[in-house]
């Protein structure tokens, strides 16, 4: 029930006073900059929130290697994370909603249009943090510090990780060690290279060929010549590197970060904003007692985090509050490889990576096929009553590149897993990974990373309307629009195969079939606690035990998706949107593209399809006049308006772009 915005402050301000101040906390929140308020009235506000965590607590113990981190004189473990934060400058006029949005590799921009700008306007406080301890600090760039883990005489705590590299550049004999594309992840406890491995395959399948050990260094040779300036953090091989090739080493790091403490350090400073009157220091919450709803968002990686953050129960604070009313993983199909030993939490979905290994799924569901126990995402904030409302939005690309079957069907793919009461699912049909950049455009350029044109069709202005139902659900209960997604019960997911698609053959495109990023049954060693991708990876590489199946969505005669909330230009194409695309050239040459859809144009007349042999009915045949698409793109705006799948002024744009294009003038 919507709660007045003065009571809810009084009634905040009250329990505060009572409870006093909480265990793990917030102990600094220090403002080191205030800018000038904008035409919008709005402050931005960052600085540093600085704070300890208590190992000793249960919902502090789940974070790994964090009885291993050094304490101060209380005993807690302290980080350190960076903040923004934009509010009115008269308080005041704040709405009571904290919107939190959690940066990607350390990024977002919160004073970005489309939601944002809707945000604003609705007086909604915005947010972001730091969270991720393997990125460096730097201007526009949220970070988070946490300290080193060691075993208690004081020794390095050392352990087996993985570094792959392919597609360099040709004659380039150094190259960095990267781990999710970032350095110092995980640093070698020696510069012996008897103790690592350096091997090269032709491809991913290919025979694996072992370099001798005198034949590359942990050095920097682009100065010096083999073996070069030792440098733990580079990699260099005698005679340079063949970019035809990839290559994986295997070595022993020492000194892991407890990177789960992102987590932690996430849910105190927005518990903090929400409820905390001032900090030791005795310096005011410049939000005291104006926040009386949260919500969350994440794309993609930071879609991952908050899957994770959700599971592992950070969504309570340490007095059992809860965080966050409402949460919307974007584009977002795995748990974050983030709680774990010498985690690398900017990594994605890359072979060995793990991510999908664990519980995927909102609904409890018995993993038989991993013969894991039964769990659900929602396990532990079920426990303690602090589920937020979820709105989980994502397309087609996190199919073929991210492995999004298992969360729908399992990991036997035998049956439609269902949602809790509290969660709604959206699938944007034939979109990349986010969604292209939109625009009524028959003949897009190519380019030259892939083999099919760039996906254009767009799934931002569904986004942005469903952003705006989950607060008005959070704040106001206003249900959001239907659940819309494919289901296996009803046909409409299928084997990755043209056959069982119905994908048509058309001329000079590539097929679907052999492109989708397989979900493999990983051995990651005893110590991995698979259900929570948590623990301890003893296997680097990991063992490939199986090859799970999979499933994607079925499509129509033309190759396009036909369930889910589709936008108007898929509802109205020009072509066919699919959410795989091959890659050109480079080491994957003839693979699938990373996060990339392709898109097929139609044909504009009947003559030039015939002339193809393309199957599929030209412009000119489905449309017959620029005037009469233009009325289908209203037609199909006005069907998304009705159904809340749109706004007013995205609709009124989208007819007028679509008036203004060159499709069929």
């Not at 793990?24 to 080191?32: D, W």
């Not at 402050?43 to 919902?59: F, K, T, V």
């Not at 080193?148 to 392919?166: E, K, Q």
């Not at 150094?174 to 510069?191: F, N």
Request: hydrophobic share 35%; net charge positive; glycine share 10%.
């Amino acid at each position: 029930m919507y709660i007045p915005r003065f009571q809810a402050v009084v009634s905040i301000l009250t329990v505060l006073t009572l409870a006093g101040p909480a265990q793990a906390r917030i102990t600094r929140l220090v403002v080191e900059r205030t800018e000038k308020p904008g035409p919008d009235g709005y402050e931005r506000i960052s600085g540093q929130a600085h704070g300890e965590l208590d190992p000793r607590l249960s919902l502090n113990a789940i974070i790994t290697d964090l009885a291993f981190a050094p304490r101060n004189a209380g005993g807690m473990v302290e980080y350190k994370a960076t903040f923004t934060i934009f509010k009115p400058a008269d308080i005041g006029k704040a709405s009571g909603v904290l919107l939190y949005f959690v940066p990607n590799r350390g990024r977002v921009n919160l004073s970005g249009g489309g939601f944002l700008a809707d945000a604003r306007k609705r007086g909604h406080v915005v947010a972001a943090s730091g969270w991720q301890g393997d990125i460096a600090p730097g201007d526009g760039v949220e970070s988070l510090s946490v300290p080193v883990a060691g075993n208690p005489d004081g020794s390095s705590i050392t352990g087996r990780v993985l570094a792959r590299f392919s597609d360099m550049p040709a004659n380039v004999s150094t190259l960095p060690i990267l781990r999710g594309g970032v350095p110092g992840t995980a640093d070698p406890a020696s510069l012996d290279t008897a103790t690592a491995v350096l091997t090269r395959r032709a491809s991913e399948t290919g025979a694996v060929v072992p370099f001798r050990r005198t034949d590359w260094a942990f050095a920097d040779c682009s100065q010096i010549p083999f073996p070069g300036k030792p440098d733990p953090r580079k990699l260099c091989l005698k005679g340079g590197f063949d970019p035809t090739y990839l290559y994986e080493l295997t070595y022993t790091a020492k000194d892991p970060k407890v990177h789960g403490i992102g987590f932690a350090a996430t849910r105190d400073l927005n518990s903090y904003l929400r409820y905390g009157v001032q900090d030791d220091g005795g310096a005011a919450n410049p939000l005291r007692g104006w926040i009386t709803a949260a919500v969350s968002q994440g794309n993609s990686q930071s879609g991952n985090f908050l899957r994770s953050f959700i599971h592992l129960g950070f969504n309570q604070d340490e007095t059992g509050r809860i965080v966050f009313d409402g949460s919307n993983p974007n584009i977002a199909a795995r748990l974050l490889g983030m709680n774990l030993r010498f985690a690398a939490p900017s990594g994605a979905a890359a072979l060995y990576e793990a991510g999908s290994d664990g519980v995927v799924w909102w609904e409890r569901y018995q993993d038989e096929a991993r013969r894991h126990p039964a769990a659900g995402l929602l396990d532990r904030c079920r426990a303690t009553e602090t589920c937020p409302k979820i709105m989980e939005t994502f397309g087609s690309a996190e199919f073929f590149n991210l492995r999004a079957s298992p969360g729908l069907v399992g990991t036997r793919a035998d049956r439609d897993i269902p949602l809790p009461s509290n969660v709604r699912r959206y699938y944007f049909p034939g979109v990349s990974h986010g969604g292209g950049a939109g625009g009524f455009n028959p003949e897009p350029p190519r380019q030259p990373c892939c083999e099919l044109i760039p996906n254009p069709n767009p799934s931002s202005d569904t986004l942005r309307a469903l952003q705006t139902a989950l607060v008005d659900w959070v704040v106001k209960g206003t249900l959001p629009p239907p659940s819309r997604y494919p289901r296996l019960e009803r046909g409409e997911l299928v084997a990755p195969t043209q056959a069982a698609m119905g994908f048509p053959a058309i001329p000079g495109a590539p097929l679907p079939d052999g492109i989708l990023t397989p979900l493999y049954l990983y051995d990651f060693g005893p110590q991995f606690r698979y259900n929570d991708l948590s623990g301890v990876i003893t296997m680097a590489p990991p063992a490939i035990r199986q090859i799970l199946p999979t499933v994607v969505p079925r499509v129509d005669a033309d190759g396009n998706e036909s369930e889910g909330v589709a936008s108007v230009l898929h509802q109205v194409p020009l072509g066919t949107y699919t959410g795989w695309n091959i890659n050109a050239g480079g080491f994957h040459k003839g693979h699938i593209r990373t996060n990339t859809g392709g898109f097929i144009p139609f044909a504009r007349t009947k003559a030039e399809r015939l002339a193809s042999g393309d199957p599929r009915p030209s412009l000119e045949e489905r449309y017959e006049t620029h005037a009469k698409y233009v009325a289908q793109v209203r037609a199909a705006a006005e069907r998304l308006l009705r159904g809340r799948y749109l706004l007013q002024d995205d609709a009124d744009r989208l007819i007028a772009q679509a008036d203004a294009s060159k499709v069929l003038k």
